[in-house]
């Protein structure tokens, strides 16, 4: 190969390259609407029927609740399941939700959370007992309600990523334009959500994190999530205004969970939280409600 080959050959090379990282430094993380007070329904309203069957997301809605929140889990078969665990007891012995199928999960008791933690149960209807598949849930729903989905164990589950999208695609859930984004994909796995990303940046991320003590991110963690992330969800107890504050500046939004007790929802309302999760998606909007009343109150 002569010498002018040779370097036409390496400008081509580097050209690619070039245009491979520009590709890369173009996907911008999606920003999420920083004014509104996002109330997303944990498992559904799980306060009061069982958490992540129909029931549950249907009471949320109802009770004006802008996210339904779903933990996901994938079969051995492949199926997308709302379950918190990874692991079930099945015939008197765990099991990991990997290494059984759909329809032997089918024959597990779903009613586990039933009597735990409750106030008034909404008794679902005997249709709405079985564990759900993602699909289900999204032919049910269609786009009339906005999903805030859990990944929850992507180490057990390769693909599930791909599968989400795939499913949340087929749907039409993504990349609309809506008042605010119909999905948010959360998940304490950050190569997870680094690979949704990559798949389609125009989903908002969050980033979930359990503080032992007040929350507090390095400038290096922050750095990585500024990268991909649209927000951080953080267990309630942690969150102070201040950590509120140094989040936003990075226009990363603060999601704290789960919270069901009337005062901290109004608390963490007050130092500036963007959303909340809760069992009792009633109560976050009734406090929400007030503090929209008062702020618009008019003087004479
Ligand atoms: O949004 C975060 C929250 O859902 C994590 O808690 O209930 O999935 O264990 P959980
Ligand atoms: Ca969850």
Redesign the pocket.
Known sequence: MNNIKKILLLTILLFTIGCAQQQTIEKIRTPLPENDFLI?A??GASAYAISHTLAAYELAIKMGADYI?I?LQMTKDGKLIAM?DKVITFDNAKQAVADVTFDEIQLHYPGKDFGKNHLNYTLPSSNDLGILHLEEILNHFGDSVNY?I?I?SPKEYPGIEEELVHQLNEYQLLNRVDAIPKVII?S?DEHSLKEIFAMDSSIPL?K?YTFLKEAHLSKKELRKLTQYASGV?VNAMSVSRKFINSMQRENLLV?P??VNDEEMIRTLINIGANGI?TDRPDVAYRVRDEKNSLENQQYP
């Open positions: 997303i944990h498992r929140e933990d918190h805030y859990e929850k959360q304490f969050i979930l969800g999601h969970y789960t999760i």
